[in-house]
């Protein structure tokens, strides 16, 4: 077998990792070329020979000699210029970058179809799992229902010493962050913004729409308090920041990212720490679970290298989804029952509520449990940004069965 | 897309609940153009026209209008002629019947590179899991260190009758066999035979080496007592009935079903009723564990359409690992620490026991836990098959990792 130039764009955790990882994958006979990197001269763990590297991209993306271009940067508008400018250039590529895979994968499969090249990106979403390449080849069928999990690592390691641990929510903040779980924007994590970001992605591949995350209602952990984590607790819950997309109807599907009560008997109960659960449901194989490290280098890396080995045997995805007839469409037009916390912010008067079940107030909080339009939370999102709100979603009341 | 005839061969649970799924799945595009039955006149749940049926798998196999042949059919050796000759006749085949896997994978490869037709069957193994795509595809480097599992639905559910519901063990497998959770012959179920054909099959995809079921030790729970539940309780732990291949180093694997002592950090503990669970583990990516139900006739077709509509596509097994330099062999030479319950069978003696740490002794029984090769475990078989005697596995003794 030819061993492949693969270029690297990238050279921080999961860039050095992959360098590791297809060092000790002998069977993958490829080799990295290349090594984009923003800076020549910065330390770092693995030494590499100086005339790897490169501050051009183009050395890459437009380089004879490469095979293949991996790209694992963190800015978004940079990595979509790269993957551009390789597909364009003739080249494959395979990319961790959710971020930017969120905002311009339609774009990208209009460039994959003109310039006949793959992009792979499986490691863009729970990491080491196999989510896209399982949906996009598995769950091929529209017997799917349902993809619901825990995303993002560093958000759920926080809610998991918090729940499991009995650590306060300031220290378990402080402790990830320490512990490098968070992105290099951890407020990405914590906003459920980085498990929007997958969540487009992986909707795409399971339902076969795009929807731009910003049409998408997105709801973190930035505001959970004491009073919110004693709530769940003396109702035996745990609280777990959720990604859900969800086939209503064969004309129509919901989707949104929002903490959400979970019961022991479901299986995201026990996806604790840094850990990444997906549950896929469909009509006739009921529900999958996979579980699996969602973030850190090697696991991520272990992705990239199986996009590479895919790409050595001409795979791409295809999209066949998108082709489905019908198709679902996207609404928002959905009652979910809500846990509504607040002090200043009057969301009782404040909200256009359908019903409300509960309403608790002492004199340091109060709270409101209902049912509410989830079109009505996009239209409230500056009123739900206050620093005194925290929301949660009740589980299973639009769907009668577990998860 | 043309719509593809299928050629269905068994017309039992699974195939008629592939006939409902293929009728539910529009954009699947296939339809069951002719079914070979053993008996034209057998009342079934689901009503076909009497055209569609025949009792001659050749209008299957050797007919013009066929795309496409799945087999579901009971009778390994029947299925096997089946397969050959669907494969020489220039049918792609989609089959579910891990014995006849098991026996003749070697061959069918062969048949499937001398006729360029494909032959998948992800159904065989674990369900409605996608373990076997995901060995082949995404696990496709030389970093996999260990699969392992519950593969069989039906002693699992029994055995989880009695640990987690504290039913008899007599009341739990009537109750199993009652439900329809048993195959054809229930025994291949808790004598680990079945789990073994799937193991064999796995391996082949996991290692890149196909080992006869004929040379690896495999033992059932035929015999589990009540000495043996309450052992596992006093500890603890749970007896799950595993099956195993793990990577030794880079020369070496072995494998083997038996039932093994779970304690309640292991992901398989929870893993209860009629499911099955996957624990795969590699050198980077740490532990993947799916989930899912690993048999009943909806779980199982899903698993056949994936199939199908993967032969759509082209896709087919290239048994990649086979190639890998190095691949590594397989051996029983190999310590294990075993738990042995005993009364007249005087397995203290009667075994080569490397080692021996507890000795226990009552009016009724007696057992010891002790170190002993794998390779004189096969070697004492006929000894083991005593009805006065059960086995019992250690997990962790030759990996310092938890899975």
Redesign the interface.
Known sequence: MKEINIGLAGFGTVGQ?LYK?IE?????HARIAKICVRSLTKPREIRVPESLLTISFTEITRNPDIDLVVEVIDDPETSFRLVSDALRNGKDVVSGNKAMLARHLPELMELQRQTGKALLY?ASSC????VI??LE???????LLEVKGILNGSSNYILSRVFDHNEDYADALERAQKLGFAESDPSHDISGNDSLNKLVIITLHAIGVYVAPADVFVYGIPTLGQEDILYAREKGMKIKLVAQVVKLSDDLFTMFVMPEFVAPNR?IY?VDDEYNGVVIR????????????GAGG??T???L??DI??LR?D?RY?Y??TA??PRPEYTTDIPLKIYARFSQTNLLDGLPWLAVSEEYRSESFRYVVGEILLADLIKSRKLLEAEDVFLCNFPRFFTERDD
């Open positions: 990792a990882v000790q994958a002998r069977n993958v499986d990491g080491s799992i196999p390449r399982n080849e598995y769950y091929d069928n529209d017997l299986y026990a469909g009509e006739c194989y009921d529900r999958q679970f996979m579980f699996g490290k090697l696991p890396a272990s992705s290298l199986s080995t895919a045997h795979y295809e066949k989804k489905f007839a």
